[in-house]
Each structure stands twice: as C-alpha cells, then as structure tokens.
C-alpha cells in the first residue's frame, strides 16, 4: 500500500508499505478521507517528532473497516468510522508508526466510542474528516466558557478558528468578531457567522475591536467590551495585544502553537485582572461534535476549500501551506 512519511526536513515522501493485519484487539481501516491538518505542515517543517526517520503522517481521519480483531466489540467490516488519534495506543500521526495518509490504517486497541466513532448514514467521509480539527475548536470554546450573550474575539481564520466561529455562534453569542490577515479567510468567516472581522495590521486594532464592541472602563482608562478572546493564529503581538484591551475579567484562551516566547506585561494585567489560559486537543469534545455534525452540512461546505485525490497529495500539501486555503481534503478512490 501506498503511505506518506516524513524523512527529514520537508522531505515527504509516498513509500510502500506492507498492508497492515490486525492483532486480537485491532482494527483496520481503507481510508476514505484525511484533512491536512497545521500540525503535519509543522512536523514537516522540522522533519518529524524526534521519534526517528520515517515518521508516518495524517490524524483528521475517516475509512471504512475491512478488518477486525476477534476480541474488539462493536465493530465489524463494512462499517464506516473515523479515528479519535489522541485515544489510539499509537497517537496515531503524531509520532507513532502508524499515520492516516495511507491506503490502510492500522488502528491498536480499537474501542468503539473511544479510538473509533461510527458515522452517521448519509454523511460524507470528507465531512466525516472534520471531526478531529471541530473537536480542537470545540474544546478551545469551551475553555473560553463563554455564553449567550458574551462579547469574543477570535485570531485567526485557519480551521480551527472557522471552527471556534461555529461553535461560537451555536453558543449565541452577540458579539463575534474574527482577525486575520487574509481577507478570503475572512469571507469565509463571515460566511459561518462571524459579525465582524478585522484585517489584521492595517490600523489600530484595539480601536477597531473597541468601535465594534463598545468600551469598557478599567482602572487607568477605557478597554474593549469584550468578554473572551481565543488565539488560534499563534501571532506573537497577539497576547500583548489583548493585555493592552482588555476589560475587567475578561479571558484569553491560546489554542494556537507559539514557536518562540512571548512576553506579558504582568503591570498592564493587573488592571484588568485577565485571565489567560491555554487548551490543546479535546479531552472530552470528540463525542459532543459527533452528536451535532449532522447539522453541520452547509459548515462542512464553507470550511474546506480544497479536494484531493491521494495521487496529487503533495500539490495537496503545498496548497496547505498557502495563506488562501481553508482546509485541505485529501479523497481516496
């Protein structure tokens, strides 16, 4: 079978590989659609995880099942599923031996409702694929607990922040302003209900942010009425930004990777007593998108901008690296 590895430093390459066969208590998978996800386009940047060459890529994963261990319960060849990587014995795509851009995806321990969700009739597998990046998105909502109502700001129109949009408006929240600097993003955003958006680095963003949202008074002068932000771009300025706006409690959740350190100005904090928080994965988050992404069509529509086929996967890939994408599918026959 056909599997995408990384070698080295942006080396990727499409190997063969010996179709896997499932122990007792694994499951085997013909995968049917894998999204490109800004963690591979990292790991490939720095030419893997430190766990040796070759490293096996893709996570955001859904197939149909060919294979079962006699010892798994509830899964059966004919059935169609996606992965949870994060509850698979091998982090599957994440440093481990197995990764989703192959043709056979060898799934340890498998447990239904764990590593393995089943998907609903008449759903897409390219929709299906969605669940892992609206899980991140979900789960960095949630760590904003923000509510009906509130005030957010969110950095970033990558997928996870198009995700943190539908999760934020599902939320009613009355306020929901989206920054990036790629204004296709942008529409997109606006496109899934976003109130407002701001094009990054052309004027003064707390003043844009503050005109949106109204203003708030904190001791040393006025601040943005905004209630939650969630980093999901990972800009440097950003975290300074927010200490500079902030009103009275209000809560900034990071979801994106910073690649350096960032400095906070502790003294501008303490007027506003701002929380600042991160979130990674979805400990919980996977099972609450299974239940509502059937409703999630038209989203699913807007937030994947590209298709593949397997055959074109590193036009795919570089596609992925560009600022005018959204999310990258990669579709198998």
Known sequence: MRQINIHGVNDLRMDEAPEPAPGPRDVVLKISACGICGTDLSVAKSGGMGAGAPMALGHEAAGVVVAAGADVVGVKPGQRMVINPMST????????????????????????????????????????????????????????????????????????????????????????????????????????????????????????????????????????????????????????????MAKWRAKLVVIAVHHGPVQIDFGKMLRSELSVTTSIGYPTEMVEVMAELPELSREA???????????????AFEVARSADCAKVMVEFA
Request: proline residues 4%.
């Open 89 to 244: 014995e091998a982090v599957i795509g994440n440093g481990g031996p197995e990764g989703a851009f192959c043709d056979y995806l060898l799934v340890r321990e498998a447990e239904l409702g764990r590593s393995l969700f089943e998907i609903p009739e008449g759903m897409s597998p390219s929709m299906a694929a969605l669940v892992e990046p609206l899980s991140v998105a979900r789960h960095g909502v949630n760590r904003t607990e923000a509510k009906a109502g509130d005030k957010v700001v969110v950095f970033g129109a990558g997928p996870i922040g198009l995700g943190a949009v539908v999760w934020f408006r599902r939320r009613g929240v009355s306020k929901l302003v989206v920054v990036d600097l790629n204004e296709a993003r942008l529409e997109r955003a606006k496109a899934l209900g976003a109130t407002d958006v701001i094009v990054a680095g052309r004027g003064d963003l707390g003043a844009q942010v503050r005109e949106i949202c109204g203003t708030s008074h904190i001791l040393g002068g006025e601040a943005a009425d905004v209630d939650a932000y969630l980093d999901c771009a990972g800009a440097p300025s950003i975290v300074s930004d927010v200490v500079d």
């Open 301 to 315: 529509e807007v937030m994947i901008s590209h298709r593949f086929g397997f055959d074109d996967f590193f036009e």
